[in-house]
């Protein structure tokens, strides 16, 4: 019998693991399928390298216990709005502080060729 604190924490923890494993190998492949799809349309590297950062700051937001939703609620602007800066395909220094805050990164993290590096003189 599992009445044996230990063990039922240990089963717990065991499950909690194997939720977060489905999540990963589902998110995976989610990406998998849309990059499929996108070599299928004979969209460019640009595009692709696009939705492929998108659906990395997703899943930073989610592993955080956040979501594109969430911040566009915090900002008061809409979920749409949230999607084309992650995407990168609309500029706005709010949301994507906003978004990297909540990933966990700063935003020249993220979107590297927005931000020049600070070495001492203007670019």
Known sequence: MLSCPVAIDFLHRLFLCHLDLCSRISRITEIELVVGRMAELQI???EMERVSQHE???WALGVRGS???DVA???DVSPT???LVSKGRSRSKRI??????EAGFT?????????CEQTGGAT
């Open 81 to 83: 709005s949230v999607s």
């Open 96 to 101: 994507e502080e906003a978004l990297a805050k």
């Open 67 to 69: 979501s594109i939703s």
């Open 73 to 75: 609620r915090s900002l």
């Open 56 to 58: 990395h700051i997703k």
């Open 107 to 115: 935003p020249a993290q993220l979107w590297p060729s927005h931000y």
């Open 44 to 46: 460019g590297e640009d």
